[in-house]
């Protein structure tokens, strides 16, 4: 391993990473938009973020495109972009079949990972996430035999040692196993980060939220705010146990929804059935997973796929792009070199559509039940991809400069961290 002096470096995907001098704790909060922070801020109820953003770093960084969770939580582990790990979206279609997939297989992610590379060289490394969905690509490659841990709070209650790392945490933790549609599947994960610090002091340590709350809640809305405000007191004592504590989110929220408070929904493959026929094309949605009562499954971001022959990429855009609430529909080549995408993964077709607006497939395919007659907030878009990055010890001036000079990526959090603020 290379050494700069007696400290260990570690190379991931290319990147240099310097050995922590104290413990780091990345938190990605998800669905957590710049404006929850921006409003906690003036109704004065984070005062420890206030207080990292004054001391430490605070700047708004890019996310990945499409700004979805996996693809997100991917390139923040990898410190890389979708075109290098590989994770495009929740959701896409096997070229061999077909057919729409999950993508949260470990096997569909390229390259390895900072969890991965800084357990083999020695540290103690603890990932935990909300969703377990989450959970087997962020342990890819990491060796849990030597107290590092990787677990959820989803299914906090079925953790062994020899899978995750850790056994009995809602015992540990002192929390009932939290429903999978509350603010306390977040809560539970920075609790059980606490405890974990408190006794372990691993070097590294990712907690992943769930975006429930933002799903449902404007900033400013009573629930919104009160979940802040805990966040916020969590934040402060990881930072109190001698944390470096660097936060960002893996995307952002928007409402959209139309001042009657129904979805403002785009059903694109209903359109592209009525000109081209059923059959021809094929709409995915890779915001789609388990967690749909959040969201119906619609979106910013869909990919259209050529099935049948008859449409063909130019033609299928010419007919997209009038269309009120569009705003980018882009042909696989254009798409990947703009965002950085694989192409093996992409549609022939990248369709995003603007801030107020969300794109579904067919209106007869997405239950909106889930949404209980509350507005539809989601992300998918490039107007969801700006987010936090926020770190509470100050990250030098190589890195001060390196951020002021150009785009500001989310997926270079842990090397911001690392190197700029653990490191000294
Ligand atoms: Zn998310």
Known sequence: MP????????????????????????????????????????????????????QGFNAVADGTVPSFTCPNNMSIVTGAPASVHGISGNFYLDPATGEAVVMTGPELLRGTTIFAE???????????????????????????????????????DKCTKAEHGIDNVLKFVGMPLPNMYSAELSLFVLEAGIRILERDRPDIMYLSLTDYIQHKYAPGESEANKFYKNLDEKF????????????TADHGMNDKSKPDGTPNVIW????????????????????????????????????????????????????????????????????????????DREGDVAVVSDRNTCVGASKADHDLSGLEGHRLRTHGGVSEARVPFVISEPIGDVYAKRAKAGALKSHNIFEYALNGAAAH
Request: hydrophobic share 40%; aromatic share 8%; charged share 25%.
């Open 3 to 54: 050494k700069n002096g007696d400290e260990p470096i570690v190379r991931v995907n290319g990147v240099d990473y310097r050995w922590p001098k104290k413990p780091l704790v990345v938190v990605c909060i998800d669905g957590g938009d710049p404006s929850y922070f921006d409003r906690g801020l003036k109704d004065g109820i984070i005062p420890n973020v206030a207080r990292f953003m004054r």
């Open 118 to 156: 800084f357990a083999r060289a020695g540290a103690k490394v603890v990932s935990i996430t909300a969703k377990d969905k989450l959970r087997r690509q962020l342990g890819k490659g990491l060796d849990i035999s030597r107290g590092n841990m990787n677990f959820s709070s989803e299914q906090a």
């Open 236 to 247: 402060g004592r990881l930072a109190e146990l001698g944390a470096v504590v660097a936060l």
């Open 268 to 343: 694109l493959q209903d359109i592209l059935d009525s000109e081209f026929g059923k059959g021809d094309t094929k709409v995915i949605c890779p915001i789609t997973d388990y967690f749909v009562a959040h969201h119906g499954a619609l979106g910013g971001f869909v990919r259209v796929y050529c099935r049948g022959g008859r449409a063909k990429p130019e033609q299928i855009m010419k007919l997209i792009e009038p269309i009120k609430g569009i705003e980018t529909v882009l042909d696989k080549p254009t798409i990947c070199a703009k965002y950085d995408l694989p192409p």
